[in-house]
């Protein structure tokens, strides 16, 4: 785990600062802004951890050409010092407002994350900070967490809403199932949160009922759910699902495992049911960062129907480290923050 130490490292004493649009560190080295740039300049406040950071670093070596100097994280929240020239009006940014996000995954893969005092960052990208939440609270709702949680409902209230449904959150502790469990009941549906006993209070304990997949077909084949909404990953979980899920349901799944989601996807969406298939409806789902999913989480924000960010722990920049090393364990309740010092 020493590679993430290296990167809250040389986030915060400059190494990577460069000139034109890329990404920047201590002041003195701050980045610039390109002549018709579309960007803002951010100080970034708080940033939050992702798996996705994990895989980024386990598998991308640093001594790539496109990695030089690499700064991890894709979550920031924080506020602009600068806004570019070509930035339309519209969206109606201004040095000193709040914002939050998650950059793209191509750009992190190149180095450029957000583990740093100043980002340059795509201004479509990016939503304010809703005014009576801080940059802590928002971003992991505003980031690739609460994005992928409002894009699962959005897939889920697709030809019917969300009010009356029946909604299954495997994982509800977690940074994307704890912003699901309360988007899917602010939007009226009846929600069951799967997760550890020592996690929550409104949900089924799957240490308890062990296997999870009979005691849901004893309790729910009478009223099947909807849908299911899988952040953990679980196959038992599908190829059981005919016991639990409707007919028309649909299981989508955000966990793709080791195979980066070929292996499930080939097994449960390819295979026909004449081949030991599961006759049920099933989504890999993967992310792609947003500023217009992004404000749409921070609009749900407003209207209370997101009530809280839960946070498991924050750390400083200069525990970068102990910050990974806790996100490696699978075990965060919510989302882990690291505080990023500016001078």
């Not at 020493?2 to 980045?31: D, F, L, T």
Request: aromatic share 6%.
């Amino acid at each position: 785990m020493s590679e993430p130490g290296q990167q809250g490292q040389q986030s915060q004493q400059g190494q990577q600062g460069q000139q034109g649009q890329h990404r920047g560190s201590r002041v003195g080295r701050i980045p610039s802004l390109s002549h018709n740039s579309t960007s803002l300049l951010v100080r970034i406040t708080h940033v939050s951890l992702n798996p996705a950071d994990l895989v980024l670093l386990k598998s991308l070596p640093p001594w790539l050409p496109v990695r030089r100097a690499p700064v991890s994280g894709m979550d920031f929240a924080g506020e602009v010092v600068a806004v570019g020239d070509a930035v339309p009006s519209e969206m109606g940014l201004r040095p000193a407002d709040g914002v939050c996000g998650a950059m793209g995954l191509w750009e992190v893969a190149k180095g450029c994350g957000t583990l740093a005092e100043f980002a340059v960052v795509e201004s479509s990208l990016v939503a304010k900070v809703p005014a009576s939440w801080t940059g802590k609270d928002a971003v992991g709702v505003m980031g690739v967490a609460g994005q992928t949680a409002v894009a699962m409902a959005r897939c889920v209230m697709a030809g019917g809403g969300m009010q009356g449904k029946r909604v299954l959150v495997n994982g509800a502790s977690g940074g994307v199932g704890s912003v699901l469990v309360q988007v899917c009941r602010g939007l009226g549906a009846e929600v069951v949160a799967v997760c550890s006993g020592a996690n929550a209070g409104l949900l089924i304990d799957y240490r308890a009922h062990n296997p999870l997949e009979q005691y849901l077909a004893d309790v729910f084949s009478g009223r099947p759910f909807d849908a299911i909404l899988d952040c953990v990953g679980s196959q038992p979980l599908y190829a059981h699902s005919p016991g639990y899920l409707k007919p028309d349901g649909k299981f989508i799944n955000i966990v793709g495992g080791w195979s980066q989601g070929v292996i499930p996807f080939v097994r449960n969406k390819l295979r026909p049911c004449s081949l030991g298939g599961t006759p049920r409806s099933y989504e890999l789902f993967l992310l792609s960062s947003s500023g217009k999913t992004a404000r749409e989480a921070a609009s749900w924000v407003d209207q209370g129907i997101i009530k809280q960010a839960v946070i498991d722990s924050e750390f400083t920049m200069e525990q970068a480290v102990e910050a990974f090393e806790k996100l490696a364990t699978g075990r965060a309740k919510g989302k882990i923050i690291v505080k990023v010092e500016s001078s």
